[in-house]
């Protein structure tokens, strides 16, 4: 069986032959189960696109409407979704967009920051037994992190935080994968020295 | 630091907004976007807002399905075709989230009351990569490079109009005028032909004056980019570094023609580009090379230069040179690989005639194959093959991957 819903979910594995029907079915009648095909994309990325909007946003509430307008525009672009083989980084790059107008407001960038704040402080409250790391080695890191360049840091957050493949990336910042790595790769480096410069600060 | 300690590792076992498992009133929020973005109609595109162009507004109408204009950021994207979820379907393999002491919140508080901006590539990188995009741009100019290497001076001045051009690199010199290729011989005399490589008679100064894809892919892997004002709104500066070795299948061509940087290398680069109205005008720049089997001074290579970029978008007045001649080898003026294969080609079809066309030329390999020509191409390599004419086949069979690994 091969329709727009096979095509779109595991049943169909790799059959090229019910892609391309599909295609063609979709340019001949491009309504056609298009809400099916969009809310398939929309499921994908839901989860992690909000992630990355809360955590440039100083509310939930407006995390969630930069990731609502990101959701319609891809909607209002939903023939061109269809047309790309890995519409993730795509939209990325759409809330990324969205999100730079935001940092333009005044308080935009404050208020994201009391809210990173809040949540990190949430997320060391438990100690493990055990574990080799402290919340000393953490701020430390953290604090590397600030000390880099603006562009180092993005990357960095981008796949630690962000969970973004190299490709992805590489789309979303508009350069090759190769130099995603070797640009993370700098970047580490950096964050190793700085983090080794804060430590010694310390002793 | 301890080794254990990865900082990279500890920043990402802190991720803020984790995902985890979707709340009743998560799942309300989800299912209300959704039904609010189905209610409204689709098929109207606005500028592409991946790429944050306001302009290039465009209709995307159903009926204009068919040919949608790929935003830029997926440029990569397959020919249409309906996703498969194995594309994109992800299995989140997160790292468990540490849980630490409080000792030190009120610490973590302050290191991070400084905004953590979280977009990089600020304007002094893009004012920069503006700039160089307006140098690919021009059609016309000079483009003069003063260098010095070990303490020998040169200089080279590249002069271009559309796709004439003058190349003076002092005993070098060379011309294309005309669809004519001219390249100086040992004995003063310009040797031209028609059949020619553009970047090889003007030693790679082809269009792309200094390889401006080359300086854009420097400026993407710059450690520091800082623009100033140095004469008011007018004039720019832009200071880059770039350090390190590259790395796989990361080769930046010619920045400027001469400096090559391979996986092999290990170079400090210091950059410099003068732009006035946003456009480019000079370009300084310092390499130390610290390369194993890099020439030693000083315990490492260095070497520096200048290029000025000057009458851009002005004409040019090229002349073709007097003093010409014509080559017995009719392929002097084309790079070595490409002589041979054509040579090669030559030779065979000269002793199996019938494995090619009447009035088939080798010079075809030289434009754009087509899928048809290439099919014919793998006849006659297969033709050649049969007359064990070996190196004519392999010849062509090395010019059809060239084509292959080019589109």
Not at chain 1, 60 to 70: K, M, R
Not at chain 2, 172 to 189: I, W
Request: overall charge negative; hydrophobic content about 40%; aromatic content about 6%.
């Amino acid at each position: 069986m091969c329709d727009l819903e096979t095509a779109t979910t595991s049943q169909s594995g790799h059959d090229p032959g019910c892609e391309s029907r599909v295609a063609t079915l979709m340019s001949v009648h491009p309504t056609a189960n298009v809400e099916q095909f969009f809310a398939h994309i929309y499921d994908e990325n839901w989860d992690d696109l909000r992630g990355y909007c809360q955590r440039r946003s100083p509310s939930s509430a407006e995390a969630d409407d930069v990731l609502a307008e990101t959701f319609l525009i891809a909607w209002k672009r939903v023939a061109e979704l269809i047309d790309m083989q890995n519409p993730r980084p795509w939209l990325f790059a759409v809330a990324r967009n969205l999100l730079r107008e935001q940092y333009r407001k005044i308080d935009w960038a404050e208020g994201v920051t009391k809210r990173l704040m809040s949540e990190l402080l949430a997320a060391v409250t438990v100690e493990v037994p055990g574990e080799n790391t402290s919340a000393d080695d953490l701020q430390n890191a953290v604090l590397a992190l600030e000390r880099l360049p603006d562009a180092e840091r993005e990357l960095i957050q981008l796949v630690a935080w962000d969970e973004l493949s190299y490709p992805e990336v590489g789309e979303l910042l508009g350069c090759s994968p190769n130099a995603v790595a070797i640009r993370l790769h700098r970047a580490r480096a950096r964050l190793t020295t700085e983090f080794s410069s804060i430590e010694r600060s310390q002793q | 630091m301890s080794e254990e300690k990865d900082p990279f590792e500890l920043v990402s076992s802190a991720m803020p907004f984790e995902p985890g498992e979707r709340s009743p009133e998560d799942n309300k929020i989800k299912d209300d976007m959704l039904a609010q973005i189905l209610a409204t109609p689709t098929g109207v595109a606005d500028a592409d807002p991946s790429t944050g162009d306001a302009e290039g507004t465009q209709s995307l109408g159903a009926s204009e399905v068919e040919h949608p204009q790929r935003p830029a950021a997926v440029a990569s994207a397959r020919p249409r075709s309906a996703m498969a979820p194995s594309q994109t379907s992800r299995v989140r393999h997160r790292r468990p989230i540490r849980r630490l002491a409080a000792a030190s919140l009120a610490m973590i508080g302050v290191i991070i009351a400084v905004s953590i901006s979280p977009f990089g590539g600020g304007s002094s990188q893009a004012e920069a990569s503006e700039a160089i995009q307006q140098w690919s741009a021009a059609e016309s100019g000079v483009v003069t490079h003063e260098s010095n290497f070990g303490g020998i001076p040169q200089t080279t001045v590249f002069t271009f109009d559309g796709d004439n051009a003058a190349l003076d690199a002092g005993s070098k010199e060379a011309f294309v005028v005309d669809d004519l290729g001219y390249l100086l011989d040992q004995n003063g005399v310009y040797l031209t032909s028609p059949i020619y490589d553009r970047a090889y008679v003007l030693q790679d100064w082809t269009d792309d004056i200094g390889n401006p894809d080359a300086l854009q892919a420097i400026l993407s892997l710059a450690d520091d980019v800082d623009a100033t004002a140095t004469n008011g709104v007018a004039s720019y500066r832009f200071t880059l570094n770039f350090s390190g070795s590259l790395e796989d299948n990361e080769r930046l061509e010619v920045l400027p023609t001469g400096l090559q940087l391979s996986p092999a290398s290990a170079i400090r680069l210091d950059v410099v580009l003068q732009a006035v109205d946003g456009v480019l005008t000079e370009l300084d720049y310092d390499v130390v090379d610290f390369s194993e089997g890099a020439p030693r001074g000083d315990g490492q290579s260095a070497f520096s230069g200048t290029i000025t970029y000057s009458k851009l978008g002005e004409p040019q007045d090229i002349e073709s040179p007097s003093n010409t001649a014509n080559h017995p080898d009719r392929y002097r003026l084309l790079d070595g690989e490409m002589k041979s294969y054509l040579a090669n080609i030559d030779s065979a079809l000269s002793r199996n005639a019938t494995c090619a066309p009447a009035g088939f030329d080798a010079t075809e390999f030289l434009v754009e194959i087509t899928d048809e020509r290439a099919g014919e191409f793998e006849q006659m390599q297969d033709c050649l093959g049969d007359a064990d004419e070996r190196a004519a086949g392999q010849s062509i069979g090395l010019l059809l991957e060239r084509r292959e690994s080019s589109n």
